[in-house]
């Protein structure tokens, strides 16, 4: 597309980079504050940029890879919430702005020709980036699913050989799995001697939770603790008599503090008032 004076478009989009992005970044602004103003400028000015970048290293240094620097775009797309159809959408409306630009700035007869010549430009660098967007965004859910995992049953000490594992939510199979793992880490780890359920936060106990929550309790006997499960409300407890689960090896208490004072008789320890302020 150099005929007639008409440069490449990679050279004018490097020609007229800064015209180019500032009506882009623009665009963008406008598109996406429909949806949201979690997105600032400066942002997009970035991503903008680095996106440009992206596109100058594979034209015009060929001989290196783009993946890296694909790569770190793509990371900061998933990291500014762009979900999949924006960044399609603001590539796309990048297309467009370049072949507009071409249009006012040189008299081309073959329009057709230069949609072609600028989507073959632009494809290898979109499909890149968004391959390495695929890549982040898998990798972001699979870190955030980790971190969910460990937070939906922590095992933490409160006292020397005692700890508690606070559960809030439903339990599904796949929870009630990473419970019994951490409890049987925990209890290794931690030389617990007794260990405590707090059931509290656990709207419903039925057959299969409670029949997760036995089995816990045996895995944590058989590895030389004790177990108790504590936060039965009254109305956990009315279901549990009606569904007729046999809790009898398990001892329960209706409160954690109830059970922290029993884990402490356990462990030959107790709480004892200090007396008043007055007492020296």
């Given at each position: 597309?150099?005929?007639?004076?008409?440069?490449?478009?990679?050279?004018?989009?490097?020609?007229?980079?800064?015209?180019?992005?500032?009506?882009?970044?623009?665009?963008?602004?406008?598109?996406?504050?429909?949806?949201?103003?979690?997105?600032?400028?400066?942002?997009?000015?970035?991503?903008?940029?680095?996106y440009l970048n992206v596109l100058n290293h594979y034209y015009f240094h060929s001989d290196q890879d783009i993946s890296e620097k694909a790569k770190d775009v793509s990371q900061k797309l998933v990291q500014a919430g762009w979900p999949i159809h924006m960044v399609t959408k603001s590539l796309?409306?990048?297309?467009?702005?370049?072949?507009?630009?071409?249009?006012?700035?040189?008299?081309?007869?073959?329009?057709?020709?230069?949609?072609?010549?600028?989507?073959?430009?632009?494809?290898?660098?979109?499909?890149?980036?968004?391959?390495?967007?695929?890549?982040?965004?898998?990798?972001?859910?699979?870190?955030?699913?980790?971190?969910?995992?460990?937070?939906?049953?922590?095992?933490?000490?409160?006292?020397?050989?005692?700890?508690?594992?606070?559960?809030?939510?439903?339990?599904?199979?796949?929870?009630?799995?990473?419970?019994?793992?951490?409890?049987?880490?925990?209890?290794?780890?931690?030389?617990?001697?007794?260990?405590?359920?707090?059931?509290?936060?656990?709207?419903?106990?039925?057959?299969?939770?409670?029949?997760?929550?036995?089995?816990?309790?045996?895995?944590?006997?058989?590895?030389?603790?004790?177990?108790?499960?504590?936060?039965i409300r009254p109305e956990i407890a009315q279901t549990i008599v009606n569904l007729g689960i046999d809790l009898d090896k398990i001892t329960t208490k209706n409160s954690l503090q109830k059970g922290i004072e029993a884990a402490l008789e356990i462990t030959n320890r107790k709480i004892v008032?200090?007396?008043?302020?007055?007492?020296?």
């Open positions: 597309m150099e005929d007639k004076g008409t440069p490449s478009v990679p050279k004018f989009i490097e020609i007229h980079r800064e015209e180019i992005l500032q009506e882009w970044i623009q665009q963008l602004f406008e598109q996406y504050d429909q949806n949201s103003n979690a997105v600032t400028e400066q942002v997009f000015q970035y991503i903008a940029n680095e796309n409306t990048f297309e467009r702005i370049v072949f507009q630009k071409m249009m006012e700035k040189h008299t081309i007869d073959h329009h057709l020709d230069l949609l072609w010549e600028i989507e073959n430009i632009v494809s290898p660098i979109l499909d890149e980036v968004l391959h390495q967007y695929t890549l982040s965004y898998e990798r972001t859910i699979h870190l955030q699913k980790m971190a969910l995992q460990e937070l939906s049953a922590p095992l933490i000490p409160i006292f020397d050989n005692i700890t508690v594992m606070p559960l809030v939510g439903t339990i599904d199979t796949e929870r009630a799995k990473r419970i019994m793992e951490n409890l049987l880490h925990g209890v290794v780890k931690y030389r617990s001697e007794v260990v405590l359920i707090d059931i509290t936060g656990v709207p419903v106990v039925d057959t299969m939770v409670a029949h997760h929550i036995i089995q816990a309790s045996d895995a944590v006997r058989l590895v030389g603790a004790k177990c108790l499960l504590v936060g008032s200090m007396g008043d302020s007055s007492c020296r």
